[in-house]
């Protein structure tokens, strides 16, 4: 990437992580993406006078879900507090955040990068705060001497995270977005669509000499709307501080906006006084007060996480970590995966058929695992007649596409034969072998002259097919391998 | 404690306001003589006490995360000085 191998990079992240709450954190305006403008707002959203917020228990209940899933310490009292500053998006002129006593505070996750390697990175905190609204800029529909306002987003619940400056190199970044956005999934508490703004990134770097440990002057990235933007933002970044720093120059601590038409980060007009936001405890909130006993049942109650559960794939059901990876990418995949695993012997086998055909025919037909008509149940039966030979792999392909068309079972697929003859000499081979090596003592009484046992051999064949083999073609094999199998006596 | 002018000066532009010269010497006066009073808790040994941000006690009132019927745009938009379809029209800001 660099040809400036003698600076590391040292990156922090702020995460805003946008809750899939029904309602909004401080009132009861619904929280959804995409509605109509300014349809979803109310006298405390807007912040018109006397209006009082009042607190969604969910959104506590989400923030403490993702606390334990960090490892983070969750403080029995916190307090929300206003960050005052003036824009068109905020009405009340403050934003509900909380400030000097957050959620929660020092966490751990711990990234596998591309390498294999493991990074831990430390979390500082996480808090609770509500989202401002939509401004508009550019569009069509704007004037030349406004700027438009959408406050539908005003006061939908945010989680805000915050690492200590623990990764050193753009991936890594990437690889913790990526991770985070598994776990919030997992959680069911964000939907992690980066797209539409559910989760937002910023990042702050800076370099220093590799192998060192003072911190240099760092710069904050904003506007990064993708993993893949976050981790060129940083490349950037890393490349223009390294000539800076190689030139004999000195980096400015500013704010850099990431602009991805052009993949370059240009400075932001910098703000008056953008650091003096006069936090003070928000008189309209009391302290959220959270009880020991009240996290240890929300400790109970956390799904297995993604990189436990990668584990137990590979030790249970003795996966590769490759299959494990692609199976707990999602939890419904793992779901899905569990499902047919327990109702069949061969593991690897349900994952090569999970990975591939039931993730193709997600993508294929844009649903979900758990929309298809291919239940795991039909999946199992399916395989199950498979391993036992009943069919082959060609014919179970065709089965499947059908049970993903018609839901019905493989095995009344089959009974109504609407299944194509098997012709092919490979998979008819592998048959009539399975079904000899079965049979040994059949097989020497036709070796040995017994001419009649050739017929119920060839039963045997067909049964395994259920019917479909093509009875020619069988009868002309099973007497070239027999006939093999008496040359080498 | 006290406060300068300067600091008037800045509270005041963080504020968005302006003020006269004669208001700002005032205002520095009337910070410093509520200032003043408040140092009068400095007569006791708080050290032991936590700052109190609240003065009611107990935990707050949750509500469960069910929605209700929000304004409608015609309603959320009548006090706005200026609307463009169903959106606040304001004084054109610059970048983000
Ligand atoms: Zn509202």
Redesign the interface.
Known sequence: MSNHIEYEPVIGLEVHIQLS???KIF?????RFGS????????VC?GLPGALP???????DYAARLALATGCEINPRS?FARK?Y???DLPKGYQISQFEQPFCENGMITVETASGGKRPVRIRRIHLEEDAGK???QEA???????????NRCGVPLLELVTEPDLTAPEEAAAFLAYLRQLVRYLEICDGNMEEGSLRCDANISVRVRGTFGLGTKTEL??MNSFRHVERALAFEYERQCALLTAGQAVQQETL?WDANRNIATP??SK??AH?Y?YF?E?D?????IETNWIEAQRRDLPELPQAKKVRYQEAFFLPAYDAAVLTEDADVAHYYEQVADRVDDKKLASNWVMGEVLRACKERGEGVTDLKMTPALLADLLGMLTRSEINSGMAKQIFEQVLQTGKSPHDLVAEGGLSQIDDHDSLQSVIQTVLQAQQKDVSAYLQGNEKVLGFLMGLVMKATSGRANPRTVTSLLREELAQLKNRL | MSVTLAEVERIAALAKLSFSDEEKAQFTEQFNQILAYVDKLDELDLSAVAPTSHVLAGPPLLRDDEYRPSLTPDEALANAPRRNKNLFSVPKVIGG
Request: with cysteine; aromatic share 6%; net charge negative.
């Open positions: 709450t029904v309602s009132c009861g305006c619904r929280a109509e403008a300014n349809a979803q707002v109310c006298p807007l009042v607190l969604n228990r969910k959104a506590v307090v005052n003036f824009y068109p401004s508009m800029h529909y704007v004037g030349d001497d406004e700027s438009l306002v959408d406050l904003k506007n906006l932001m007009r008056e006084f003096d006069r405890p008189p909130l009391l302290p959220v007060e």
